[in-house]
């Protein structure tokens, strides 16, 4: 089986900061995912990639940015944080159009 | 763009008895999968289900595609099946997963 490790667990910035959130993967899956769950809420597709050096904005891409530099990881960035927007943010990734998706356990994100 | 509705909204049960959690949504799903979260936990896949229906354990879930509907049914639950019940559809084969809101389930001893 494989592992999605996101990096770190918890994220302390302060408003306007440009803050930085990674997630690797080793389960070689081509799709990686960016959503931020609200407390409470469900999940809001923020960026994903269909493979290697692609992007896809989601429904909340404003005020973000991604990347993804090689295969097994996908950052997101936040480029000017907010207090509105603290919440949770999850890492998934999928094999392709059949495939399950599986998610880390999340980066808490707190602004000041 | 895709939409996902998913009812009820919160259901408190006592031990034992069966749930049944809805989950619609506006376009032909290709994919369709139904999730758990513990509250403060990660996710996880229940099944992965586009169409028919899947049973493991005590749990069912029947998705009719062309409905544009997904049920997810609970027998004989417990008080370890709290928690959050997400509903999660892709409709046009580009890998955009879409959520539902979820369904916040309590069960009481």
């Known amino acids: 089986g494989g592992i999605i490790t996101q990096t770190p667990k918890f994220l302390i910035g302060q408003e306007g900061q440009k803050l930085t959130l990674k997630c690797q993967q080793n389960?070689?899956?081509?799709?990686m995912y960016w959503y931020r769950q609200d407390s409470g809420k469900g999940l809001r597709l923020i960026y994903y990639?269909?493979?290697?050096?692609?992007?896809q904005k989601g429904d909340l891409s404003e005020g973000y940015d991604a990347s993804r530099e090689k295969k097994s990881s996908f950052s997101l960035t936040v480029t000017s944080a907010q207090k509105n927007e603290m919440a949770v943010f999850l890492c998934?990734?999928?094999?392709?159009?059949?495939?399950?998706?599986?998610f880390g356990s999340g980066t808490r994100l707190t602004v000041l | 763009g895709q939409q996902v509705q998913q009812s009820p909204a919160s259901l408190v049960l006592q031990e034992g008895e069966n749930a049944e959690l809805q989950c619609n949504f506006s376009?032909?799903?290709?994919?369709l999968q139904w999730f758990y979260q513990h509250p403060g936990g990660r996710l996880v896949s229940l099944f992965y289900?586009?169409?028919g229906t899947k049973h493991t354990g005590r749990l069912t879930s029947t998705t009719v595609t062309n409905e544009r509907r997904s049920s997810l049914h609970i027998s004989s639950s417990q008080t370890t099946d709290s928690g959050t019940y997400f509903c999660?559809?892709?409709?046009?084969?580009?890998?955009?997963?879409?959520f539902g809101a979820g369904t916040r389930l309590k069960v009481i001893a």
């Open positions: 998934a990734s999928s094999g392709g159009s059949a495939e399950t998706l599986y």
């Open positions: 389960f070689n899956h081509d799709t």
């Open positions: 990639s269909i493979t290697e050096n692609d992007l």
């Open positions: 376009s032909t799903a290709t994919r």
């Open positions: 289900n586009p169409s």
């Open positions: 999660a559809i892709e409709a046009t084969g580009n890998y955009k997963y879409v």
